[in-house]
């Protein structure tokens, strides 16, 4: 038996499957440089937009998370606080994620060791700026 | 986010009950990661194959981003500097 889903909530749902598909593609580990990963962080940057778009017809749900996990740890260390950060501040930072995977392949484009010295100031200066 | 921004596993990704119910007992196969172990689910397909499926994805990320980090040469000057590694990873040089 199937639960109806209405169509907001289903293209919801496909957005962050989908999200996470590419997220998944991006950081597949490689033996070589493969320029075309960048495509992949540019695919998670177009799924961004509608991921905001639909976070308000979702609903938080606290009880899903819990610190008494960290019981089971091989730690003597006290069970510390859950990090909970802001819809906003965690969204910013993805978009800043894949804005800089997609930047971070340009590396290959360069022509020259001066050129690639410039364009690797340009970056630094963009990214911590 | 929270992991990705540097923050411990014990207090972002280990606190999901979801997660947990995924990763322990250790599964030793993709199949054996459920959230029941004891039996197939029939029903609530929302819960099993869409939130699974999700879970998994986030997982497996997380364990790629894990392991790159930890292949990668780099020289630690201290706690925050390996956090400002795993935050910004995908600036690290790869072998070309």
């Given at each position: 038996m199937t639960t109806a889903v209405n169509e907001t909530l289903r293209n919801a749902i496909i957005c962050r499957l989908e999200l996470?598909?590419?997220?998944?593609?991006?950081v597949q580990i490689g033996e070589i440089v493969e320029p075309h990963?960048?495509?992949?962080?540019?695919?998670?940057?177009?799924?961004?937009?509608?991921?905001?778009?639909t976070t308000?017809?979702?609903?938080p749900v606290e009880q899903s998370f819990s610190t008494k996990i960290q019981r089971r740890l091989a730690s003597s260390v006290p069970p510390r606080p859950m990090v909970k950060i802001s819809f906003n501040d965690a969204y910013d930072y993805l978009t800043k994620l894949c804005q800089y995977g997609t930047e971070a392949?340009?590396?290959?484009?360069?022509?020259g060791g001066p050129n690639l010295l410039v364009r690797c100031t340009h970056r630094h200066l963009l990214m911590f700026n | 986010m929270a992991w990705h921004m540097g923050n411990?596993?014990?207090?972002?990704?280990?606190?999901s009950l979801y997660l947990d119910r995924l990763l322990w007992p250790e599964p030793k196969t993709l199949a054996q990661a459920r959230f029941e172990r004891d039996e197939i689910p029939e029903g609530n397909l929302m819960l099993h194959?869409?939130?699974?499926?999700?879970?998994?994805?986030?997982?497996?990320?997380?364990?790629?981003?894990?392991?790159?980090?930890?292949?990668e040469h780099y020289y630690e000057v201290?706690?925050?500097q390996y956090i400002e590694n795993r935050s910004v990873y995908v600036t690290l040089a790869k072998p070309m």
């Open positions: 996470r598909r590419q997220l998944l593609s991006a990963r960048s495509l992949s962080w540019g695919r998670c940057l177009e799924h961004l937009p509608r991921l905001r778009s308000q017809f979702g609903t392949y340009d590396i290959l484009n360069f022509h | 411990p596993l014990s207090q972002t990704l280990f606190t194959s869409i939130l699974r499926a999700f879970c998994l994805g986030l997982i497996k990320a997380c364990g790629l981003v894990h392991q790159t980090i930890c292949t201290g706690q925050t």
